[in-house]
Every structure is written in C-alpha cells, then in structure tokens.
C-alpha cells in the first residue's frame, strides 16, 4: 500500500495532473469540442472581468453564481477548444494571470 506524505497532499503537481487530464481528454472526446471550465474566485468584479476577459472572442458563453454567503463566485465558461492542449493552455493561463482563482 502506497502512503502519502502530508506534503504531498498540500503540494499538488500540477504537470502530473495536466498529463492524466490530457489523457482523459482525449480517450473520451472527440476534438474539436465543447468544452466546460469552472472557476472559483472571491467575489471581487475585477477578477470575474480578468477571467471574462481571457475568454473574449472565442465564442465563449459565460455564465457566474455567486455562493450562499456572497463570499465567491462560480464563473462556469462553455467554449469550443481544438484540442486537449488548447484546454491546458487555457487553465495555465488563468490560473497564472488570476490571483486565488481555483479550477475545478
């Protein structure tokens, strides 16, 4: 049985999980295709923008929800990508330009 270290919890590898999505993009999708991305950042309309922003003319259609509380929202973006690449491309992007942005 394979044990974890607790850092190796708190320290996700961000190149080991780009490869096994990129895997399961293209053993389950056929490309190009739609493709579904959410976010989650503090409620705070300069970030939303930020994110609105990096999906401009790609014919993104984009929709936010605001949590219970007020505190985050849910930014959910439905857009056509060429390939698997062109989706990790896109997740780098935000989450690199964002600050405190989440990707799930």
Do not use: C
């Not at 990790?88 to 989450?95: A, G, P, R």
Request: charged share 30%.
């Amino acid at each position: 049985m394979q044990r974890f270290k607790k850092e190796d919890m708190s320290k996700p590898n961000p190149e080991e999980f780009y490869k096994k999505l990129k895997d399961q993009l293209i053993e389950s999708t056929s490309w190009p295709s739609e493709y579904l991305y959410k976010f989650i950042v503090l409620s705070d309309a300069s970030k939303i923008v930020q994110i609105e922003n990096l999906f401009n003319n790609t014919g993104a259609v984009i929709n936010t929800k605001e949590s219970k509380n007020g505190k985050y929202t849910s930014v959910s973006i439905n857009v056509v990508m060429k390939d698997p690449d062109a989706v990790i491309l896109k997740y780098i992007e935000v989450t690199n330009k964002i600050e405190g942005v989440i990707s799930i």
